[in-house]
């Protein structure tokens, strides 16, 4: 647990991986998975800020079925992940992603959002550029968060994924030790310095736009706009957006939320929950 927190503070701190309440972390120890609060940051988080959950409960939620429609399976699925925290644990709500978090077999997994990375999931040729950088690393297309994107990466896992880039959201890292996590974090950040640089074009690098998100945190801290709210976190999370719109320029050029993720972001509960926190 000493670890757990020693390496999810040191990576929160860093504003270019995660900012304000973004990320999450987790680890698993005699069939409990401790994962990162909703709402709670990355940088300053406590060892009772993680939430104990029962592994065995968690993995019966991939064998239900939920309903299609998406406030109703959303409220189920939230229901279904609060009944699996352990006794004493019911005043905490745990990370949206903790379903995902259960599902990889490795003992730590790290999940940021680093401006580098997002500059290649936020952008028109990521999925290909991330082929080729990243031949051993899983692509998800951008989808609803929580119970839809943790059965498609359940897939990937079962093939061995350890890695799992994820269109205009972030990125994904399961490890049995926090140096190997470490270690995975820096050669991909190595790679796209060196793919930025080879691939940039100054006529793709334009200012990110308010109307365009790029990820659910930009919602989440900036609003749709026009405006910016006045806080701290909103100014961090527009400067993380300005960057990936540079960064994105090596890949093809931008390319913000589609509509219909915006709409679901929008009302999604478990967001509306992390903006209330924020
Ligand atoms: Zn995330």
């Given at each position: 647990m000493k670890q757990l927190v020693a390496f999810s503070n040191f990576y929160g701190a860093d504003p270019d991986l995660v900012v304000a309440g973004g990320g999450n972390t987790s680890m698993k120890e005699n069939g409990v998975l401790y994962v990162k609060g909703?709402?709670?940051?990355?940088?300053?988080?406590?060892?009772?800020e993680f939430v104990a959950l029962d592994m065995a409960k968690l993995l019966q939620i991939t064998e239900k079925t939920y309903p299609a429609e998406d406030a109703?399976?959303?409220?189920?699925f939230l229901a279904d992940i609060l009944a699996a925290r352990l006794p004493g644990e019911e005043h905490k709500r745990p990370s949206v992603e903790t379903l995902l978090h259960a599902l990889f077999p490795q003992r730590y997994v790290l999940h940021?959002?680093?401006?580098?990375?997002?500059g290649l999931t936020c952008s028109k040729n990521g999925e290909a550029e991330a082929k080729r950088l990243f031949p051993n690393a899983a692509w998800i297309e951008e989808?609803?968060?929580g119970y839809i994107l943790a059965m498609k990466v359940r897939e990937k896992i079962a093939d061995g994924a350890d890695t799992v880039l994820l269109q205009n959201h972030g990125v994904f890292f399961a490890a049995d030790t926090?140096?190997?996590?470490?270690?995975?974090?820096?050669?991909?950040?190595?790679?796209?310095?060196?793919?930025?640089?080879a691939g940039y074009n100054t006529a793709l690098d334009v200012p990110p736009a308010l109307s365009g998100p790029?990820?659910?945190?930009?919602?989440?801290y900036c609003g749709l706009g026009?405006?910016?709210?006045?806080?701290?976190?909103?100014?961090q999370s527009w400067d993380s957006a300005k960057k990936i719109a540079h960064y994105a320029a090596s890949f093809g050029g931008q390319k913000p939320m589609s509509d219909d993720m915006i709409q679901f972001i929008t009302h999604w509960e478990a967001e509306s929950y992390r903006r209330k926190q924020a």
């Open positions: 909703s709402g709670t940051a990355l940088a300053t988080i406590r060892a009772e109703a399976r959303e409220a189920e940021l959002h680093p401006n580098k990375v997002n989808c609803r968060p926090p140096e190997q996590l470490d270690t995975m974090l820096h050669s991909m950040l190595d790679t796209l310095d060196s793919a930025i640089a790029f990820t659910p945190d930009h919602i989440v026009p405006d910016l709210p006045d806080t701290d976190v909103a100014r």
